[in-house]
């Protein structure tokens, strides 16, 4: 074997000026097992119509050695492509990206009337009008306290080196001096840097992102079970001519993962300056469109994943009855049968209404009879990602940790987040479960700096809610089995720990650190939630609270700061 892998490393070595992929793609026709490509910053373009720069399909028990290798993909578009793959190792690789997929300036004007600010390019940066922004302190270089949603925002060059971003009241988040990201660059494809498809027990070892037009790291589809070990998605170096260190490392989450069976193991790694959320795990629910007995058709809310598979469980609640797919069938909705009512729902659904879902529907077969009507939804509790591992971790980054599944998130360390948030995100009483979750010994410091959001559940720095309609909690229980321990939260805004729902909870020796010492937003006004509680339990049943310390109590907090 040794002899083989000095001869691949030489046969390598003569071409890696040109491309690693065609002999990565020789060596597996080859039947080898372990392949090295030797290092080096490889400039890579497409290959033909295809939607990614590598793809890597139907591998299974391959290991690919890729350290101090990097590919800088030369058009904005997915980098890696892994489908249906089985026992892949990935080592040591760099992924970025020449143009990058964002660029960056400072505030130099605003209108009087605040409808638009315009951004003067760093030297270096891509000098295009790119209109996701995120507003930066210029002292910090994080995104700037409280800065507000900034959708639908208009982007247009107007000089040589200056972006004009508009969007009414813009001038009041932003102001001249201020520094400023711009980004979502994609120009063909789906955006995300690496996309790992319909596979099981992947490994990730010293991988890097340090760009991408979309997320980091998408794990979508699949059995699963893959595991994530000292990666990072980190700002990668100036580029050349910069004098300015990059601002922004993913222009959306850095890693998520989504409608797996099982849980990735992510630990002892590193995640800073992401244009969104730092990590989630995800999952849906599916609206039930027909039934008739053993007979369903479902809708997912999420049209780019495969859904629920052959020996699934759905279920409509955690307590309530459950059953088993036998066979299963995808086809457009006009295939279905649907009654026209029905039809007509869908059809004409905006965003977040309860009918909006996906064009295609999975009729499956049941192994006993349902009680179900068109317009429920019912959950699978084996596409949410359960039995996840999110351990000893640090994250300087600006948007969540987002978790709708049961798993295990300890020792991390979370600098300035948005928040960490236990939320189905679902319509307003759709169906969500989420059971044996365990929080332990995590450091939150400095949550809660992100915009007021009266509309939002999300309103703790630990939030932990689900709602039954625009102004309520729900009275059910949406989650069994939490277990909160010996976590630290240390300043931030607004309440520490906010939770509802919740059918066993246990609340023990965590420490709330300066809490409430600077005026709380209004986030979660709309649901009655209160701004001047560090602890706030409501609508729980099983709840114990027990030796958990408040320190240095802040002048925002109310007489009793906890409630539960």
Not at 270 to 285: F, M, N, P, R
Not at 309 to 322: F, I, K, M, S, Y
Not at 525 to 552: H, L, M, Q
């Amino acid at each position: 074997m040794l002899r083989f892998i000095v001869c691949v490393l030489l046969a390598f070595s003569s071409l890696r000026a040109d491309d690693f992929r065609s002999l990565v793609g020789e060596a597996l026709r080859r039947g080898e097992k372990r392949i090295v490509i030797p290092p080096g910053n490889y400039q890579l373009e497409p290959l033909g119509s295809g939607g990614e720069l590598w793809l890597l399909s139907g591998l299974k028990d391959i290991e690919i050695v890729a350290e101090g290798v990097t590919l800088t993909g030369t058009k904005l578009m997915r980098a890696i492509s892994l489908h249906r793959c089985s026992g892949v190792t990935l080592r040591g690789l760099t992924v970025d990206y020449d143009p990058l997929p964002f660029t960056q300036g400072e505030v130099v004007a605003a209108t009087e009337d605040g409808g638009s600010i315009d951004i003067k390019i760093h030297a270096g940066y891509p000098r295009k009008p790119y209109s996701r922004i995120d507003v930066v302190d210029a002292k910090t270089r994080f995104r700037k306290k409280g800065m507000p949603f900034l959708w639908g925002t208009k982007a247009e060059m107007v000089g040589e080196d200056v972006v004009r971003i508009s969007l009414p009241g813009i001038g009041k988040a932003a102001k001249p001096g201020d520094l400023a990201s711009l980004s979502t660059g994609q120009e063909a494809g789906a955006p995300h840097a690496i996309s790992i498809d319909q596979c099981e027990q992947m490994h990730f070892e010293n991988v890097t992102v340090h760009s991408a037009p979309g997320m980091g790291i998408l794990e979508a589809d699949g059995e699963g079970g893959s595991t994530f070990r000292h990666c990072r998605i980190v700002p990668g170096p100036k580029p050349s001519g910069a004098t300015e260190e990059r601002l922004l490392s993913s222009s959306w989450d850095a890693f998520q993962s989504k409608t797996i069976r099982k849980g990735p193991l992510i630990e002892d790694c590193e995640i800073t300056h992401a244009g969104d959320d730092s990590w989630s795990v995800q999952s849906s629910d599916f609206l039930v469109v027909k039934c008739e007995g053993t007979h369903l058709a479902l809708s997912s809310r999420d049209e780019f994943t495969s859904g629920v598979q052959t020996g699934d469980r759905l279920r409509a609640n955690v307590e309530g009855p459950e059953w088993k797919i036998v066979t299963r069938q995808v086809m457009r909705r006009e295939k279905a049968d649907l009654a026209p009512d029905v039809l007509t729902k869908l059809e004409a659904a905006k965003t977040w209404d309860a009918w909006k879902a996906s064009p295609q529907c999975i009729v499956v077969t049941l192994d006993h009879p349902a009680e179900l009507k068109p317009g429920d939804s019912v959950y699978s509790p084996d596409r949410m990602g359960n039995g996840f591992i999110f351990r000893r971790n640090h994250m300087h980054s600006p948007g969540r940790v987002l978790i709708k599944a049961g798993g295990l998130m300890e020792d991390n360390v979370l600098d300035t987040p948005h928040a960490l948030v236990i939320c189905p995100e679902v319509p307003s009483g759709a169906a969500a479960g989420i059971e044996d979750l365990v929080l332990r010994r995590n450091v939150i410091k400095n949550g809660g700096w992100f915009c007021p959001a009266p509309w939002s559940t999300q309103a703790g720095i630990i939030s932990f809610t689900s709602s039954s309609s625009s102004s309520s909690l729900r009275d059910t229980p949406v989650s069994k089995n939490v277990l909160i321990e010996n976590n630290i939260l240390e300043g931030g805004m607004g309440p520490h720990l906010i939770v509802s729902s919740v059918q066993g909870l246990t609340v023990r020796g965590n420490r709330f650190v300066k809490p409430l010492q600077e005026a709380p937003p209004e986030t979660g006004a709309s649901f009655g939630i209160p701004r001047d509680k560090v602890v706030w339990i409501t609508r729980s049943s099983g709840v114990t609270y027990e030796k958990n310390k408040i320190e240095e109590l802040g002048p925002f907090a109310a007489k009793e700061p906890v409630t539960k």
